[in-house]
């Protein structure tokens, strides 16, 4: 198996069935310092709906999420391909670059590990 890299991580990971917070985050060459501060700023509004423990009602985690998936999935809300009036709402207010330095950001940001389910006594 080859190691697993941060460009195709999202698509071995479906392939081998490991959960993203398994992995270790890196910082690629490309995100450089100042577009990591800028995203990590806007990421605060972010943070009301999507939590960083994950726990949220029926909100997706965006920790952890391909630069590429979430600056498309961004563009499909901003457009109105997909719909969803605060996504809509928030994606249209975001210029490109605002969009570039979030998913940079959010790329190398660890998802939350997902609960283990408790054992039960017997």
């Known amino acids: ?13 479906v392939g081998i069935g490991v959960h993203a917070s398994a992995l270790p985050i890196t910082v690629p060459a490309w995100a450089d310092a100042e577009k990591l501060a800028y995203g990590k700023h806007l ?3 972010c943070t009301t709906c999507h939590r960083l423990d994950g726990k949220g009602q029926n909100i997706p985690v965006i920790y952890g999420l391909e630069v590429d998936y979430f600056r498309t999935t961004m563009k499909f809300y901003r457009t109105g391909a997909r719909e969803n009036p605060v996504m809509n709402s928030v994606a249209q207010m975001l210029s490109d670059e605002q969009l570039d330095a979030l998913a940079i ?5 660890k998802p939350p590990a997902k609960p ?6 017997k």
Do not use: I
């Open 43 to 45: 990421s605060q509004e």
């Open 105 to 109: 950001y959010l790329a190398t940001q």
């Open 1 to 13: 198996m080859r190691p697993v890299t941060f460009a195709t991580r999202g698509v071995l990971l």
């Open 116 to 121: 283990t389910q408790p054992t039960r006594k």
